[in-house]
């Protein structure tokens, strides 16, 4: 049995979760995420609670067990509290900034990068080196701050790029002169 797929998941107030025809829906305040399961799972929502089951003891199933457990208790967060990720942009001179529903970048190529916000994701600039992305999906809200750290990869000799907030780049030591050495 996985461990994880045992915990029960607790619904908030106000979410409503669904299993039907192999498709589990969550509707919460802050919109409605659907997701197909595969595989011998069951989901079962009991009042304020909702299980994820294994209907067998396949070793397949016990990993998918697990997986699922894992996929509800975040849609169930994403539709009741939603997730950001924070972006930092280290670079002198680098800044972004938001133009409609574009966000445009001045990270040191020649011409300034536009990254079309996707739909269901909210991008903001409080300042203009800081990037927000929040959204509902887990999923999608770190594939979108991982296709804006990917426009410049923090660099290891300045630490100039897109990192993610709190993230440690690790610093390697320049070229030597060579002075002194045989």
Known sequence: MSRIGKKVIAVPAGVAVK?????????????ELTRK????????SEGAEVHVVALDEKKETNA??????ALVADMVKGVSE???????????????????NKLVLNVGYSH???FVQPEGIKIECPNPTEISVSGIDKVLVGQVAADLRAIRVP?????????????????????????GKK
């Open 155 to 179: 660099e290891p000799y300045h630490g100039y790029g897109i990192r993610y907030k709190g993230e440690h780049v690790e610093h390697k030591e320049g070229k030597t002169s060579g002075k």
């Open 112 to 114: 300034p990068i536009e």
């Open 82 to 100: 939603g997730f950001t990720k924070g972006l930092e942009i280290k670079g002198v001179g680098w800044k972004g900034q938001m133009q409609g």
């Open 64 to 69: 998918l067990h697990g997986l699922y457990r």
């Open 37 to 44: 399961v595969v595989g011998k799972i069951d989901v079962r």
């Open 19 to 31: 299993f039907e025809n192999g498709v589990v829906t969550v509707k919460g305040p802050k919109g």
